[in-house]
């Protein structure tokens, strides 16, 4: 089945160090890719998304997502992570015309 | 202001006791979906819809219901609520399926 695959279930990094959450997807089609945060007891917000063109995906709160088509790959990235940035991080996406699938999520945890 | 909403945010049943969890969005959009979120697991998606009376099922439909008579209206109903139907939903809409997808703030059920 096309899909996302999140393979780390909680990230902990401290506060000031760079980060990278990693996300890999199987749609055989040129694929659209997104990130989502959630705050604890908070909805989904939109980080970013990718559809076509620049493969380096610039989003809010100061991330970023590179596209990799050869290593089937989606990685979020921060330089310098803040201890706001604590949350549940979903990679989601899909291959078609069809709505998107999401990945089991990331907890990113972040040390004083 | 743009949103989604649903109804109730939080519900507290017995199993059996039929229930309807109701979505609106006031955005025009065309695709909306339902996802139900548990920990470990992430983000599931139960049902979705490309237009009005256009739906289809998601990765796990079973135990649900939906309808799309109306354009802003995409209701969950579960006829017979058992507790493994216990979750945190999430409706969700987009202008297409490849657009960014606009969550409501979640229902909180519990199924006794």
């Known amino acids: 089945a096309q899909s996302v695959t999140q393979p780390d279930i909680h990230i902990t990094v401290s506060e000031g160090a760079s980060l990278e959450l990693r996300c890999n997807y199987s749609y055989g089609a040129t694929p659209y890719l997104f990130w989502y945060v959630q705050s604890p007891g908070q909805g989904l917000q939109l980080l970013l998304k990718y559809f076509s063109g620049d493969t380096l995906v610039q989003g809010i709160k100061g991330f970023e997502a590179e596209f990799k088509r050869s290593q089937s790959s989606f990685n979020l990235r921060k330089p310098s992570v803040h201890w706001s940035d604590a949350a549940e991080y979903f990679c989601g996406g899909g291959g078609g015309s069809y709505i998107p699938t999401f990945g089991r999520g990331t907890s990113l945890i972040v040390h004083p | 202001e743009a949103q989604v909403t649903q109804n109730p945010r939080y519900l507290i049943t017995v199993t059996g006791k039929k229930l309807t969890v109701t979505c609106s969005q006031n955005m025009n959009h065309e695709y909306m979906s339902w996802y139900r979120q548990d920990p470990g697991l992430g983000l599931r998606q139960i049902y979705y819809s490309m237009n009005v009376e256009v739906t289809d099922k998601g990765d796990v439909p079973e135990g649900y219901k939906v309808s799309r008579k109306e354009k802003r209206n995409f209701p969950l109903i579960l006829e017979s609520p058992s507790p493994n139907q216990t979750s945190l939903y999430f409706c969700?809409?987009?202008?297409?399926?490849?657009?960014?997808?606009?969550f409501g703030p979640g229902t909180r059920l519990t199924v006794l």
């Open positions: 969700a809409s987009s202008l297409s399926g490849v657009d960014e997808q606009f």
